[in-house]
Each structure stands twice: as C-alpha cells, then as structure tokens.
C-alpha cells in the first residue's frame, strides 16, 4: 500500500516570524548608502594633474636623456614629465619653470631626493643609480622640455 498524500515542499517552522518589520532592512539599506556616499565624497583624489606638452627635436645627449626620464622618472613624474600618477606630481608645471627653478635644482633632486614639500605625493627618494653623465642627460632633456613649453627662460 503506498501513501498517497502529497509531501509538503518544506516544513515551516511556526516559531519563524515571517512578516518582519521592513525597518531593520530599510535602516541597513540607509546606512550602506550613507557609508558609500562618506567614501565616495570623502575620498581624496590623489591622481595628479596632466599636462599638455609637446616634445621638441632632441640632439643626441637630449634623447640619451628623455631614455633615462622615461625608464627611471616616468613611474612617479609620468611619460615625458607630464604628471597623470598617483606618486609623484607633473614636473612640466609653472612651479618648475626655470626663473625660479634653475637647471641646478633638477641634479639636488636627482641626487639627494626631496622631501614632501609642495605636494602630497610623498617624498622622492634620490636617484642613486644615475651616474653624472646620466643626471646631465636628464637635465638637458629637462631643460629642453621647459624650454619647447614656456617653461624656460
Ligand atoms: C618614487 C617616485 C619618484 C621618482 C622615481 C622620481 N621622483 Fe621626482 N619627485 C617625486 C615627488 C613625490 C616629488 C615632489 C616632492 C614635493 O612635494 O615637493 C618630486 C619632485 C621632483 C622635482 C622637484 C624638486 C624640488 O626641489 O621641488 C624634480 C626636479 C624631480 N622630482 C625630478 C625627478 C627626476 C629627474 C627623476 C628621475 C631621475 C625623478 N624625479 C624620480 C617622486 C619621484
């Protein structure tokens, strides 16, 4: 003989409230989107600005050292000194322009780095692996940058 009453689907424990207060889920929904817009609204951009520049016809030591920025530089100062990284700022910037900002300044920072200062990327650790004929490389570059973008003297 077999049964022939239907099994229920589950078992429905009559303890387990069912019709729960929608206020629980409403404040947890409240405070997520709370907490999101906090992070969101909160957060501080780091990502630097990006500069427009245009890179001149370059002599042979000026090449040798757009080589040197972009392998060594470029991490933190971005491809050909325009910023756009989170570790370091553009260098093709007012701030840098050569009247205030002699081409001997650009060795100190290759050779001793440089302490937080005027920014909030961190410090730059020197640059211990360039020998001086690879610093003066990156400087003529540098210059020459500065120069093809209102930045020399
Ligand atoms: C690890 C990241 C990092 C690397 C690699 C790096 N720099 Fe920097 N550099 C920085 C940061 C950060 C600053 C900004 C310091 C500040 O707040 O003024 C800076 C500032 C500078 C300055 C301005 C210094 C001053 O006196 O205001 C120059 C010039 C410079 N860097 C050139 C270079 C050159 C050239 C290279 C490659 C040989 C290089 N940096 C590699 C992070 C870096």
Known sequence: MTDQSPTPLREIDPDVPRNR???????IVGITAISIAVVVLGRDDRRSIKATITVPQLNVAETRGRE??????ATCHGIDAIGDT???????HPYYRMEIFPSDMVRRAIMLG???DKWKYGHMPAQIKLNENEITD????????RENNSLGN
Do not use: E, H
Request: charged letters at 15%.
């Open 68 to 73: 040197i920025f972009n392998g060594t530089c």
């Open 138 to 145: 990156v400087m003529k570059y540098f210059d020459a940058l």
């Open 114 to 116: 440089k302490a937080q």
């Open 21 to 27: 207060s929608p206020i629980i889920f409403m404040a």
């Open 86 to 92: 989170d570790i370091g700022p553009p260098l093709m």
